[in-house]
């Protein structure tokens, strides 16, 4: 490959350009004002993508980043901004919830931008049908993340003598021989979102995709209540065994860079954290590994990042509508998900210039989605309402949390709780 056909160099080129450009603008045009969640060294950088695009554009870039993973407090801020009248122009909205903003009449639509650029075309229908409210595009795709991953520190498996884990059995192996090898097993941080991360895929591996879609996606209450989910619950519970006990509170990233210095083996978590893995300078595959987590290698929990626009006007909006078009650029699309740690939004990139784990998430993407296997992330605001979500999150980590309830319990307690929001 020449060094022109290297993505990795177009992409770098191409933010060069811009930003040459850039300096020929004395006034700025307009501003943007946009709500993220994206704070951890690895999101930063990719948050820096666009900031970067846009002033490149002209434009001015106003940050507003909502510290706090999963982005329970950014969703909080956004509602009582939105809530006073005085909302950003765009603002970090996922899956259903975007509908949730459609339906109180507060987006903006994309229509012209989304038909100039062949959007329809562009995009896979699922994903399209996710950023239109009432027919209109009301959001823009940045990427696809895969939340059912493991992360591993190959020299603390290697001191503890095991490969990576493929089962649930052999996860559980691996991590009594990593804690006998004086390391932390399980890196993990004590927060709802990321119990419920755990949690989901501790489900998969243990209830299959089928089940995972009853139960976390229709809210089937005989699938809540069922057997399978009593002894996804008790499974799940065990991997306390395999944590620390200063886990309480910790932030996701804080645990990750647990296993990039070594002091723990292997990390449960959506592929955000391969942004952690790259802003440190480590190789996939060779300083870190990434697998599918254990047991899950035939199914992909979608969580898609997105961009929904509120309502403004003016110049605000002309900014705005600059922002959504950006995004779904092939430079946007490739310097964002390569410090991101996801894959593109748009199927028809080149991954030649991605590593190895986000080229196994490109075909393991297509090939659930051929196969089955693909279903939306119910710890990421993929599969069910907000409200929904959050009486879920309450089930899953109290139990977990809790010295005396039993899995029965925490199972009743599941189906209530989707009952209660139906
Ligand atoms: C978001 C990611 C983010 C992660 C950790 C997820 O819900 O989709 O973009 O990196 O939370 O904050």
């Not at 605001?381 to 959050?390: E, I, K």
């Amino acid at each position: 490959m020449t060094l022109l056909e290297n993505p990795l160099r177009k992409t770098a080129l191409a933010l060069a350009t811009a930003a040459a450009a850039s300096m020929t603008f004395s006034v700025q045009a307009a501003e943007v004002e946009v709500l993220h969640w994206w704070t951890s060294g690895g999101e930063a950088r990719a948050a820096n993508v666009l900031k970067e695009l846009m002033e490149a554009e002209g434009y001015g870039w106003e940050d507003f980043a909502v510290a706090g993973g999963g982005g329970e407090t950014a969703m909080t801020v956004l509602k009582s901004r939105a809530m006073s009248g005085n909302p950003p122009s765009a603002a970090q909205i996922k899956g259903p919830e975007i509908q949730e903003w459609g339906e109180l009449g507060l987006l903006g639509e994309l229509d012209e931008v989304a038909g100039a650029e062949g959007w329809d075309e562009l995009l896979p229908p699922t994903v399209a049908d996710v950023m239109r409210h009432n027919g209109s595009y009301v959001a823009v795709p940045v990427n696809v993340h895969r939340v059912n991953w493991l992360w591993a520190n190959p020299q603390v498996l290697e001191a503890a003598g095991v490969e990576m884990p493929t089962t649930l059995d052999e996860l559980f192996a691996a991590g009594e021989a990593i804690r006998e090898a004086g390391f932390i097993p399980l890196a993990h941080g004590g927060q709802a979102w990321q119990d419920a991360t755990v949690f989901e895929s501790v489900l998969l591996a243990s209830g299959g995709t089928e089940f995972y879609q009853q139960a976390m996606v229709e809210l089937d209450p005989e699938a809540l209540g069922s057997e399978r989910m009593i002894e996804a619950l008790e499974t799940f519970k065990r991997l306390r065994e395999l944590m620390d006990a200063d886990m309480s509170g910790r932030d996701w990233n804080i645990a990750t860079s647990m296993v990039i210095e070594g002091s723990a083996g292997m990390q449960l978590m959506g592929d955000w954290a391969k942004g952690e893995f790259t802003a440190a300078g480590l190789t996939a595959g060779e300083e870190y590994l990434c697998a599918a987590a254990p047991g899950t290698q035939d199914a992909f929990t979608f969580n898609i990042d997105s961009l929904a626009m509120f309502r403004v006007e003016g110049e605000e909006r002309e900014a705005q509508q600059a922002l959504a078009r950006l995004v779904l650029e092939p430079t946007f699309q490739e310097a964002f998900n390569l410090a991101k740690g996801s894959i593109p939004a748009r199927p028809d990139l080149d991954m030649n210039g991605f590593d190895a784990c986000a080229q196994q998430s490109m075909d393991d993407f297509q090939r659930t989605a051929e196969e089955g296997g693909l279903v939306p992330s119910m710890a990421h605001g993929m599969a069910v309402r907000a409200d929904v979500q959050g009486a879920i999150f309450d089930v899953v980590t109290n139990y977990f949390n809790s010295r005396d309830m039993a899995a029965e319990e925490a199972a009743r307690r599941m189906v209530n709780a989707a009952q209660a929001a139906l």
